[in-house]
């Protein structure tokens, strides 16, 4: 058998631990034989492919990023993609079937070319964790573990200054990273956008934290908006290339707590860094798992299906049960962090 492998999306630490599980497992127990497809869909349409042999995948469970490129690119667009085009290249490669590691885009693709009959097989990626069908994704772990080390700083500077402290972190559609490293470094409030709070309720948290001489935590996810604020995000002036300059959320938000607190409140935005660097132990051992499981699925011929985690297991699931609605934080686990704010 022969199979091409990708990672597409945003890129996550543990994807070259997914690619190397996959690669050891398939060649040793099954003699499958790999190729590596460029930047995503993009290599798949382009035919951008290069072998991948035990020797490439050595040592790369540690190792950040993807050893194979991402980008963003739909399969369907171009005048050589499409499902018919991506079938001819396929068999022009001798190729049995693709292992798509990606996020809920890339996933949405694999089905769709899936169901137009080409053979692909999921792997979850996203650091925001916010794929239903998975309990973890890997990556969330390490950008969890990273944001918190920059609160405990966070933390000390505040301390010193007695300064409000806004951290931002990423999730745009959900608020997991948010709520667990704000959790993990004792947050005074958290902000997600599953959970609607007015600038009142935030500089409540902020004040009470402040009278207990504590220098207040505040974090944010990217996709938090502030209840009946919609002008904080308009009229932000435009960037050099002419677009509406919007700071993230974290910059709009440490000016207004200023304002009504008359604290001292400066704003980090995490930003890249959350996705960068090693994996955790953690992520390479669900994603090293994940790559082992999917080498399996492939010999079982477990097309349009996705390894996921389940409890403590790797199990498959249809493409259709992994996507649609997005696993975003349920109201009862908010509300236990909330518990916390004081
Ligand atoms: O989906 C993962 C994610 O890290 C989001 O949290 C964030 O909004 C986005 O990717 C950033 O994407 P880009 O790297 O394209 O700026």
């Given at each position: 058998m022969k199979i091409g492998i990708l990672t597409s999306g945003g890129d996550c630490p543990g994807l070259n631990a997914v690619i190397r599980g996959a690669v050891l497992k398939g060649t040793e127990a099954y003699d499958m034989e790999f190729v590596g497809i460029r930047d995503g869909w993009k290599g798949l349409v382009e035919a951008d492919f290069s072998p991948l042999t035990r020797r490439d995948v050595k040592?790369?469970?540690?190792?950040?990023?993807?050893?194979?490129g991402t980008s963003r690119t739909n399969?369907?667009?171009?005048?050589?993609?499409?499902a018919e085009n991506i079938a001819k290249t396929l068999y022009g490669h001798k190729l049995d079937g693709i292992i798509a590691i990606g996020g809920e885009g890339t996933l949405a693709a694999a089905q769709r070319l899936n169901n137009d009959g080409i053979p692909v097989l999921g792997v979850p990626k996203t650091?925001?964790?916010?794929?239903?069908?998975?309990d973890y994704s890997f990556g969330f772990d390490t950008a969890v573990n990273i944001a918190t080390e920059a609160m405990d700083r966070l933390r000390t500077t505040g301390d010193s200054h007695q300064r409000c402290m806004v951290a931002e972190v990423m999730g745009r559609h959900v608020g997991w990273i948010a709520l667990h490293s704000g959790v993990a470094a004792g947050a005074h409030i958290i902000c997600i956008p599953e959970v609607p709070l007015s600038l009142d309720e935030i500089t409540k948290q902020v004040l009470a934290a402040h009278e207990r001489g504590r220098a207040p935590l505040v974090v944010v996810a990217e996709g938090f908006k502030i209840e009946?604020?919609?002008?904080?995000?308009?009229?932000k002036g435009l960037d050099a290339f002419n677009r509406p300059r919007l700071g993230g959320i974290g910059e709009v938000l440490a000016p207004l707590i200023e304002e009504a607190t008359g604290i001292e409140t400066r704003a980090t935005v995490l930003g890249h860094i959350q996705r960068g660097g090693s994996p955790s132990g953690f992520d390479r051992v669900l994603a090293t798992r994940l790559g082992l499981h999917a080498a399996d699925a492939v010999v079982d011929g477990a097309w349009g299906q996705m390894v996921a985690l389940k409890g403590t297991d790797i199990v498959r699931v249809p493409f259709d049960e992994a996507l649609g609605e997005l696993n975003s934080v349920p109201l009862y686990r908010y509300e236990e962090a909330a518990a916390l704010f004081g």
């Amino acid at each position: 058998m022969k199979i091409g492998i990708l990672t597409s999306g945003g890129d996550c630490p543990g994807l070259n631990a997914v690619i190397r599980g996959a690669v050891l497992k398939g060649t040793e127990a099954y003699d499958m034989e790999f190729v590596g497809i460029r930047d995503g869909w993009k290599g798949l349409v382009e035919a951008d492919f290069s072998p991948l042999t035990r020797r490439d995948v050595k040592g790369l469970s540690k190792v950040g990023g993807t050893i194979l490129g991402t980008s963003r690119t739909n399969p369907y667009e171009g005048d050589r993609g499409g499902a018919e085009n991506i079938a001819k290249t396929l068999y022009g490669h001798k190729l049995d079937g693709i292992i798509a590691i990606g996020g809920e885009g890339t996933l949405a693709a694999a089905q769709r070319l899936n169901n137009d009959g080409i053979p692909v097989l999921g792997v979850p990626k996203t650091i925001d964790n916010d794929l239903r069908a998975t309990d973890y994704s890997f990556g969330f772990d390490t950008a969890v573990n990273i944001a918190t080390e920059a609160m405990d700083r966070l933390r000390t500077t505040g301390d010193s200054h007695q300064r409000c402290m806004v951290a931002e972190v990423m999730g745009r559609h959900v608020g997991w990273i948010a709520l667990h490293s704000g959790v993990a470094a004792g947050a005074h409030i958290i902000c997600i956008p599953e959970v609607p709070l007015s600038l009142d309720e935030i500089t409540k948290q902020v004040l009470a934290a402040h009278e207990r001489g504590r220098a207040p935590l505040v974090v944010v996810a990217e996709g938090f908006k502030i209840e009946g604020q919609d002008e904080a995000y308009s009229d932000k002036g435009l960037d050099a290339f002419n677009r509406p300059r919007l700071g993230g959320i974290g910059e709009v938000l440490a000016p207004l707590i200023e304002e009504a607190t008359g604290i001292e409140t400066r704003a980090t935005v995490l930003g890249h860094i959350q996705r960068g660097g090693s994996p955790s132990g953690f992520d390479r051992v669900l994603a090293t798992r994940l790559g082992l499981h999917a080498a399996d699925a492939v010999v079982d011929g477990a097309w349009g299906q996705m390894v996921a985690l389940k409890g403590t297991d790797i199990v498959r699931v249809p493409f259709d049960e992994a996507l649609g609605e997005l696993n975003s934080v349920p109201l009862y686990r908010y509300e236990e962090a909330a518990a916390l704010f004081g």
